[in-house]
């Protein structure tokens, strides 16, 4: 079975850093796919956060998160990171990868996943 695992979050103080990493297993060839992170804050929509092409290591970052966060990519372990550095509290929430693909059309990227992992909570304090 197909399983995606994201780990790393935890309580920090604005300003500070966390590296969530995804795990993933089941796949028959891992490089097929784009993996995206996406959070979801409660009360509020999910938001696609990022995304990593795994054959080109291409990515992709929303606006809100470009300039801090990092993505990137182990093929060898099957295993995608996301780097947070200057955590904001508006950056708290359930952070989630998935698997499918995303590509940038214009100034915008698009994504279509399908399969999800269960998140990391990401707790920012002021």
């Known amino acids: 079975d197909v399983q995606l695992q994201a780990s790393g979050g935890g309580l920090v103080q604005a300003g500070g850093s966390l590296r969530l990493s995804c795990a993933a297993s089941g796949f028959s060839r891992f490089d097929d796919y784009a993996i995206g992170w996406f959070r979801q804050a409660p009360g509020k929509e999910r938001e696609a956060v990022s995304c990593i092409n795994s054959k080109d290591s291409r990515t992709h970052y929303a606006d809100s998160v470009k300039g801090r966060f990092t993505v990137s990519g182990d093929n060898a372990k099957n295993t995608v990171y996301l780097q947070l550095d200057g955590l904001k509290p508006e950056d708290t929430a359930l952070y989630s990868c998935?698997?499918?693909?995303?590509?940038?059309?214009?100034?915008?990227?698009?994504?279509?996943?399908?399969?999800w992992g269960k998140g990391t909570q990401v707790t920012v304090s002021s």
């Open positions: 998935a698997a499918g693909w995303c590509t940038a059309l214009g100034d915008r990227w698009h994504y279509g996943m399908d399969y």
